[in-house]
């Protein structure tokens, strides 16, 4: 990416200028739904707006169409000429990519396969002292990840049903909003930590150190 | 992520019609220079619907953000030809990316 203001470049994975007069500086990056289906996002939000995008048929809000459908069915991975060493997964292996909070000394990395949720929708881990809660939901492909702590306390997460799960206390979360819907929480909210659905190639390549779950 | 050299074939016709002095080559060890400056245009000025008035398949991937209880959705395939949109949400002047 380049900004308007001094044509610097940006890396879009880590946020950082890597060119240009503001080398150095940091995007703070933000949480996101990164990839969830219209549907499940529409019910939770539904007073969200959606962008729309003048085109030569008039404004649209979508496309039927990937126009990237080969390259993801595909094992081609990266840029021409580039080659990608870390064999830990292969390539093109969907991971979540989280940068975990520095509690302790220096920020982790760490990457969690999109196929350790086939059977579960919620992991519960915690790299770097840090109680985390990683939720995929294959269905709708949500993904969020959440700090475990609730009022001081380091929650365990069941899978329920969809997104919806249960701690140890028997709080029920809705874990697209990331909000206790019944329970003694009841209203509380997860606070949610960016995350990402990415290839591991390029995790990988942006951040050598990162760990593995497995 | 999107591998680069997928998105210099598919966007040529816009390359092409990118005029030169646009073009400034970052090239080093480090950085190779691909496409030239909006080639692939960010979207600057984005407009919003409702989601009752939005015209998408229930099963369509959505980029979501909430802040501050505002909520925006973006459609991946819409920003498959975009990748960027400056945006405020919630009172946060935001950059989503693809």
Same mark, same amino acid.
Not at chain 1, 62 to 83: K, P
Not at chain 1, 167 to 174: K, P
């Given at each position: 990416?380049?900004?308007?203001?001094?044509?610097?470049?940006?890396?879009?994975?880590?946020?950082?200028?890597?060119?240009?007069?503001?080398?150095?500086?940091?995007?703070?990056?933000?949480?996101?739904?990164?990839?969830?289906?219209?549907?499940?996002?529409?019910?939770?939000?539904?007073?969200?707006?959606?962008?729309?995008?003048?085109?030569?048929?008039?404004?649209?809000?979508?496309?039927?169409?990937?126009?990237?459908?080969?390259?993801?069915?595909?094992?081609?991975?990266?840029?021409?000429?580039?080659?990608?060493?870390?064999?830990?997964?292969?390539?093109?292996?969907?991971?979540?990519?989280?940068?975990?909070?520095?509690?302790?000394?220096?920020?982790?990395?760490?990457?969690?396969?999109?196929?350790?949720?086939?059977?579960?929708?919620?992991?519960?881990?915690?790299?770097?002292?840090?109680?985390?809660?990683?939720?995929?939901?294959?269905?709708?492909?949500?993904?969020?990840?959440?700090?475990?702590?609730?009022?001081?306390?380091?929650?365990?997460?069941?899978?329920?049903?969809?997104?919806?799960?249960?701690?140890?206390?028997?709080?029920?979360?809705?874990?697209?909003?990331?909000?206790?819907?019944?329970?003694?929480?009841?209203?509380?909210?997860?606070?949610?930590?960016?995350?990402?659905?990415?290839?591991?190639?390029?995790?990988?390549?942006?951040?050598?150190?990162?760990?593995?779950?497995? | 992520?999107?591998?680069?050299?997928?998105?210099?074939?598919?966007?040529?016709?816009?390359?092409?019609?990118?005029?030169?002095?646009?073009?400034?080559?970052?090239?080093?060890?480090?950085?190779?220079?691909?496409?030239?400056?909006?080639?692939?245009?960010?979207?600057?000025?984005?407009?919003?619907?409702?989601?009752?008035?939005?015209?998408?398949? +229930?099963?369509?991937?959505?980029?979501?953000?909430?802040?501050?209880?505002?909520?925006?959705?973006?459609?991946?395939?819409?920003?498959?030809?975009?990748?960027? +949109?400056?945006?405020?949400?919630?009172?946060?002047?935001?950059?989503?990316?693809?």
């Amino acid at each position: 990416m380049y900004d308007h203001q001094t044509r610097s470049l940006w890396s879009h994975i880590t946020g950082e200028a890597i060119q240009g007069p503001l080398t150095g500086m940091q995007l703070k990056p933000l949480a996101s739904m990164p990839q969830i289906a219209w549907n499940t996002w529409q019910l939770n939000y539904p007073e969200t707006q959606v962008l729309s995008v003048p085109t030569r048929d008039g404004m649209r809000e979508g496309i039927n169409q990937d126009v990237y459908a080969d390259y993801h069915a595909s094992q081609r991975a990266g840029v021409s000429g580039m080659e990608y060493t870390d064999n830990r997964l292969p390539n093109k292996s969907l991971v979540i990519g989280v940068q975990v909070p520095a509690k302790h000394g220096n920020t982790q990395f760490r990457a969690y396969p999109l196929t350790h949720f086939t059977e579960t929708a919620v992991i519960n881990d915690t790299p770097n002292d840090m109680p985390l809660l990683i939720f995929h939901d294959k269905k709708s492909f949500a993904t969020a990840v959440f700090n475990r702590n609730v009022a001081g306390d380091a929650r365990t997460f069941s899978h329920q049903d969809r997104h919806f799960v249960e701690d140890n206390t028997g709080t029920r979360w809705n874990l697209v909003t990331g909000e206790a819907v019944s329970g003694k929480d009841e209203g509380a909210r997860l606070e949610r930590l960016p995350a990402i659905n990415i290839y591991w190639f390029a995790w990988a390549r942006y951040h050598p150190e990162t760990s593995i779950y497995r | 992520m999107k591998n680069y050299m997928l998105i210099l074939i598919l966007l040529l016709a816009t390359i092409s019609c990118a005029s030169a002095e646009d073009y400034e080559d970052y090239s080093d060890d480090e950085i190779r220079t691909l496409l030239p400056f909006d080639a692939i245009p960010a979207i600057t000025d984005p407009q919003f619907v409702s989601a009752g008035a939005a015209k998408l398949d +229930v099963d369509t991937p959505v980029i979501g953000v909430t802040f501050n209880g505002e909520s925006h959705a973006y459609s991946v395939y819409l920003l498959n030809g975009h990748e960027i +949109v400056n945006d405020v949400v919630g009172g946060m002047n935001i950059a989503t990316t693809w």
